[in-house]
């Protein structure tokens, strides 16, 4: 029901930046919070931001004042600026979206609740050096 595509993920020294982004489309339903994961080979899928319609948006504390999430409308486009990298953000990076049963639903309804995503990218690398 959703296509979601990211890119701009890279291999970069601690303090750097990287700005993902995820192209969305085929879409067939209204959705109200979209978000970013990660998840490395070794730990369970991490949510990391999210964004509501509006601009709201929330983050792990663990990337709080150094990840930043955006949303361009007219171009159907998810960032997330991630600045200040440090080595323990190397993971896989997922953008997602609700399904459609959960499409009306603000984050802070549906962005702890795993049961709630159901739309994918294949994800985009990023790995931080020392």
């Known amino acids: 029901q959703v296509h979601l595509m990211e890119s701009g993920g890279g291999s970069v020294q601690a303090g750097g930046s990287l700005r993902l982004s995820c192209a969305l489309s085929e879409y067939t339903y209204s959705i109200l919070c979209m978000g970013w994961f990660r998840q490395t080979p070794t730990k369970e899928r991490e949510g990391v931001a999210f964004i509501d319609d509006g601009g709201m948006t929330h983050y792990a504390d663990s990337v709080a004042g150094r990840f930043t999430i955006s949303i361009d409308n007219a171009k159907n486009t998810l960032y997330l600026q991630m600045d200040s990298l440090k080595p323990e953000d190397t993971a896989m990076y997922y953008c997602?979206?609700?399904?459609?049963?959960?499409?009306?639903?603000?984050?802070?309804?549906?962005?702890?609740?795993?049961?709630?995503?159901?739309?994918w990218g294949q994800g985009t690398q990023v790995t931080v050096s020392s």
């Open positions: 997602a979206s609700p399904v459609k049963e959960a499409g009306l639903q603000p984050c802070a309804v549906i962005k702890s609740n795993s049961r709630r995503w159901g739309n």
